[in-house]
């Protein structure tokens, strides 16, 4: 009798610890777009852009796609695709492949911790942070923008810094050489298959994960104000790019954590 009381409890305990858990919230209802802003910069370079919540070129869209609905990014011009909510302290998983149009070339990101103004990054995007999706960059990390952030890097022979998790913690800063630092490994899939790509954010560290592979870590997020001086950042909204090529978006979740798996960060 007390083996079985002991076992209701530990099955007991056990249900409630698992429903504490923080549930998946999806950020794309597999319908449409609604949750989501659009901002479309200029058709040509320096002319003006189209602005908020216009999109005549029907850049962002739900289709069709092997028969479930997903998000498509023509990539015809540079814009935004952002959530209209803030988020922090969140693991994010997202699917996507890319399409057979190509306009520059196969490029877009994952941007987070986004605030402020549209156009700030480069005429067009939210100051943010850049998990980048540009075909054999992806988990790359950029300043876009007014952000700054720390990173474990190393500069190679070429000249390029690579994140190296045991490389001292040096300033990524807008406007120069470190604002882009380089994932240290590829784990992109073949063209036409699907890439997992999650980002898991705690307070001012975010580390990329590609397929399963951890290729960046950042540290000390902030932004990066007009004296030089920062400012800790460690929210924002979500902005995904149209930037030069076809890319769909099968799902996108998001749920609350409370710390970064420890595994990630060794």
């Known amino acids: 009798m007390k083996s079985y009381t002991f076992l209701l409890l530990f099955a007991i305990a056990a249900t409630l610890f698992n429903s504490c858990e923080e549930p998946w919230r999806p950020l794309f209802n597999g319908e449409n777009l609604n949750?989501?802003?659009?901002?479309?910069?200029?058709?040509?370079?320096?002319?003006?852009?189209?602005?908020?919540?216009?999109?005549?070129?029907?850049?962002?869209?739900?289709?069709?796609?092997?028969?479930?609905?997903?998000?498509?990014?023509?990539?015809?011009?540079?814009?935004?695709?952002?959530?209209?909510?803030?988020?922090?302290?969140?693991h994010l998983v997202m699917?996507?492949?890319?399409?057979?149009?190509?306009?520059?070339?196969?490029?877009?990101?994952?941007?987070?911790?986004?605030?402020?103004?549209?156009?700030?990054?480069?005429?067009?995007?939210?100051?943010?942070?850049e998990l980048q999706l540009w075909t054999g960059h992806i988990g790359d990390s950029y300043r876009m923008g007014k952000s700054y952030c720390e990173i474990p890097m190393e500069k190679n022979a070429e000249g390029k810094f690579v994140y190296s998790k045991d490389g001292e913690k040096t300033p990524s800063v807008p406007g120069t050489d470190t604002r882009i630092v380089s994932k240290d490994g590829d784990y992109e899939k073949a063209s036409g298959e699907w890439n997992t790509v999650e980002l898991y954010c705690f307070g001012r560290t975010s580390v990329h994960v590609v397929n399963g592979k951890v290729n960046m870590v950042n540290y000390n997020s902030a932004k990066y104000l007009e004296d030089g001086t920062t400012e800790p950042l460690s929210k924002g909204k979500i902005q995904f790019q149209s930037e030069g090529g076809e890319l769909f978006i099968k799902s996108v979740k998001i749920k609350a954590i409370k710390e970064i798996p420890a595994e990630l960060l060794k």
């Open 35 to 90: 949750g989501w802003d659009t901002w479309v910069g200029p058709k040509e370079k320096g002319g003006e852009p189209i602005g908020l919540n216009k999109d005549p070129m029907n850049l962002f869209s739900v289709v069709d796609l092997d028969g479930e609905k997903v998000i498509r990014i023509s990539g015809e011009i540079n814009a935004s695709l952002a959530t209209q909510e803030e988020f922090e302290n969140y």
């Open 95 to 129: 699917e996507f492949k890319w399409g057979d149009e190509v306009f520059t070339k196969y490029n877009s990101g994952l941007l987070y911790h986004s605030y402020g103004d549209f156009g700030v990054g480069l005429g067009v995007w939210m100051s943010s942070h």
